[in-house]
């Protein structure tokens, strides 16, 4: 479908940039970030105690059900982990601009 130039110059910004987020929204998103945060912290830490009772079973002879669920906690915590320090990065450019 071809695009109508004129119609494409008017819903450009003015000065060619991107609109600014406001105060406002900057807020609400520092709320949503922060909670984030909280969610992967206590994902990590329960994935972590996951990940030694799996290893503690692992070494009284649980065998591989243990070895693959001592796997599959690590897997998961380097998830977790790695939303959290994605997610402080983004608080810390968050409150940098307020």
Same mark, same amino acid.
Request: contains cysteine; hydrophobic residues 55%.
């Given at each position: ?19 600014? #987020? ?6 609400? #998103? #520092? ?62 450019? #968050?409150?940098?601009?307020?």
């Amino acid at each position: 479908m071809p695009q109508n130039k004129a119609a494409a110059r008017v819903l450009e910004h003015p000065n060619g940039l991107d609109r600014e #987020l406001t105060k406002t929204h900057k807020i609400i #998103l #520092l709320h949503f970030v922060r909670f984030g945060k909280l969610f992967a912290k206590t994902c990590a830490v329960t994935l972590t105690l996951l990940g030694l009772a799996a290893f503690a079973g692992a070494v009284q002879g649980g065998g591989l059900p243990a070895v693959l669920a001592m796997l599959a906690a690590i897997v998961a915590d380097n998830w977790a982990l790695g939303a959290w320090f994605s997610l402080d990065e983004t608080e810390a450019y #968050l409150c940098a601009e307020s």
